[in-house]
């Protein structure tokens, strides 16, 4: 088979979903034509109508071009019947990521991994260098509302993109930077162990191109020994942290930090290179972040203050503790996390943003083997907050397992209840919730659309 081209036509089988609209857009932006089906309608694939791509709700033999490229991610199964025709009729399939690759062609590639803080600190650089005069092309899995996607062609040569580890996908990638914040053990359905884990990041390493740059966070003791790792295999390597908490010498030191309902602030510096930051989003995990992103625009030739100046401009991303609104002095926000450290840092925001009032969180948790595998890691994240609400379990790509449930987790948190359905477990929250108190819809599955559910309830409580 040869390789895919730019002139190729393209078929994304589950276009709507986080990764793959972007790459549709992209590929549109390019000149190609594409086409592609998901599920069900939805806002994202009227908006890939907008720009352009042909979009089929279902999925059916019949969407797919014979003369297509078929685009799939990991979460498409061979028994789809779209990837079955075309396996059958012996088209090229690619992943998500080399489709990715190919939009990204001639660009000088920014690939930002890690566990967690992926699609936060890609929104933040894409962000402070569009505010820097580069405006780069970007590719991150969650809506910047500063863009309004999370897809953008722009002029220059910069492309900074989400590079995800959970099919070790990103080895597809050739980066001239990477930044990778952390590389603590995830997916362990698939990689069975740290080290393995570990290992996939060390591959990743070696997909620099000559004389490229590796970003790592010297807090996490993973990204720590990878930043050895690189160094011993001849890469270039640039740590960052706070001095107290890093597990290895930081090259660029943070400090004074300080955060607030507001956002947050901290000192950088980098050798003789100094700035002052000052975020519109509240966390110390953030502050990390702009760190990681503050390096890399400072390769890409931005002066340092100029850089922090131009992430002081960065508004969040969607589902990324993004507000949802408020009824009766209580505040609702919205959540991806789904690893037990996410649930923890989003937590500790909450508190910030609450300033003395309660947290209610409702979680649904993210696939039957992550919750057996981090249940009481999960429970223990949990307990921070005051009351908790655990509905069930989004499969994702998994079948359930016997014997798995939201259970597992809410039997350890005292207080917490278990309520399957996730409206109901969503209304549930909304009474736990006194005034003055922020609630939290935490979960990468469906939970973000139980928004509605807790402000109703809330205004029925007022009424």
């Not at 190729?8 to 972007?22: Q, T």
């Not at 720590?224 to 890469?235: F, H, I, Q, Y």
């Not at 989004?394 to 409206?423: C, K, N, Q």
Request: charged share 25%; with cysteine; proline share 4%.
């Amino acid at each position: 088979m040869s390789e895919p081209s730019l002139r190729d036509r393209f078929h994304l089988i589950g276009v709507g979903g986080a990764g793959m609209c972007v790459v549709a857009e992209l590929l549109v932006s390019r000149g190609a034509v594409v086409a592609g089906s998901d599920r069900e309608e939805s806002q994202v694939l009227d908006h890939l109508r907008s720009v352009g791509v042909r979009v089929d709700v279902g999925h059916d033999a019949s969407h797919v071009d014979p003369e297509a490229v078929v685009v799939v991610s990991s979460a498409i199964r061979e028994d789809n019947p779209e990837l079955a025709v075309a396996r059958g009729r012996g088209q090229l399939v690619i992943h998500r990521s080399q489709a990715l690759a190919l939009a990204a062609s001639g660009m000088r590639f920014i690939a930002v991994a890690g566990a967690h803080g992926k699609t936060s600190t890609s929104g933040m650089l894409a962000i402070a260098l569009g505010a820097c005069g580069l405006d780069p092309s970007v590719a991150v899995g969650g809506v910047l509302p500063q863009l309004g996607t999370g897809a953008h062609l722009g002029g220059g040569e910069v492309f900074v993109a989400e590079a995800d580890e959970s099919d070790g996908s990103f080895v597809n990638y050739s980066p001239a930077i990477e930044i990778v914040t952390n590389v603590e053990p995830d997916h362990l359905d698939r990689y069975h162990s740290r080290e393995e884990f570990e290992e996939i990041f060390v591959e990743f390493v070696r997909r620099l191109v000559p004389g490229g740059l590796l970003i790592a966070c010297a807090e996490d003791p993973g990204a720590a020994r990878l930043a050895n790792t690189a160094k011993s295999l001849g890469a270039r390597v640039v740590t960052y942290g706070r001095q107290e908490h890093s597990q290895c010498e930081a090259d660029v030191l943070v400090f004074d930090v300080c955060v607030d309902a507001e956002g947050a602030s901290a000192s950088l510096a980098w050798g003789p290179r100094r700035a002052r930051l000052r975020l519109a989003v509240p966390g110390e995990h953030q502050v990390l972040n702009a760190a990681a992103a503050w390096v890399a625009g400072i390769e890409c030739g931005v002066e340092p203050q100029a850089m922090a100046d131009g992430l002081g401009t960065y508004a969040g991303a969607a589902r990324r503790f993004e507000s949802r609104g408020a009824v009766g002095g209580r505040r609702l926000f919205d959540d991806y996390a789904h690893h037990p450290t996410e649930v923890k840092a989003a937590i500790e925001q909450a508190r910030v943003v609450a300033a003395g009032g309660e947290v209610t969180v409702v979680f649904q948790p993210h696939l039957y083997s992550r919750t057996r595998i981090f249940a009481e890691r999960f429970a223990d994240a949990l307990s921070r907050a005051d009351h908790v609400v655990l509905a069930g379990i989004y499969g994702a790509r998994e079948d359930p397992e016997p014997g798995v449930d939201s259970g597992m987790i809410a039997s350890r948190v005292v207080g917490a209840s278990y309520v399957e359905d996730m409206h109901e477990a969503a209304r549930r929250a909304a009474r736990l919730t006194p005034r003055g108190g922020v609630c939290v819809t935490m979960g990468a599955g469906s939970i973000t659309r139980c928004g509605q559910d807790i402000l109703d309830e809330w205004k029925r409580m007022d009424s």
